[in-house]
């Protein structure tokens, strides 16, 4: 799980820190935005779970990693900016790393089944609904783009695997934890491969 944090919070650390950049922010603006997309969702996650203060940011070297990530898009911005597609793998990283992990923390701390499954979606997008407020734009998450439905079916998968004790088996719970994170991000990635889209009510579709 520790790994996984990392994974998550340096692509969403990206992520918020293009963001930014395109937004014309400034450094402080462009820092702000990798912070909190990329430990935001984190944060929420404790709070819901009465985790206080939050583990993320007591965690220095996951606060180096979300700035560092901010501070990478400052000084490269003009070659992340033409590596578009780059940066939606990062962020589809991130988004199976935090689905798991969220979930998993949940099962740690006694809240299974839809408790469970909530909080890793909400974990898994909540950083990047944070970004977008902050950025002035509709949060990502709302719009007809797959983007949470990969989240929930991997927090599903992750709460059933812990309850039949597949988690448990060693090497194989392993296995299974790293195969949530591929199928997440493997569905995120068809999404945007094959423009898969959420479906709308008939008469906002032919807008």
Known sequence: MYLLDFVGVFAFGISGGLVGVRRHFDIFGILTLA???????????????GLTPPANIQNLPLVLTALGAG?????????????RRAVLIADAIGLGAFTVTGSLTAIANGSTGLEAI??????ATGGGVIRDVLAGRPPS???RELYALPALLGAILTDAAARFGVLDIPVVGRLVVWGL????FGLRLAAIRFRWKSPTPPRASHE
């Not at 501070?71 to 590596?83: H, N, P, Q, R, S």
């Not at 994170?181 to 997440?184: F, G, M, R, S």
């Open 141 to 143: 998450v709302f719009s």
């Open 181 to 184: 994170v591929v199928l997440v």
């Open 35 to 49: 912070f909190v997309t990329a430990l935001g969702g984190g944060i929420v996650r404790d709070l819901l779970l």
């Open 118 to 123: 909530l909080v890793g979606v909400i974990t």
């Open 71 to 83: 501070l990478l898009t400052f000084f490269v911005e003009g070659t992340i900016a033409k590596l």
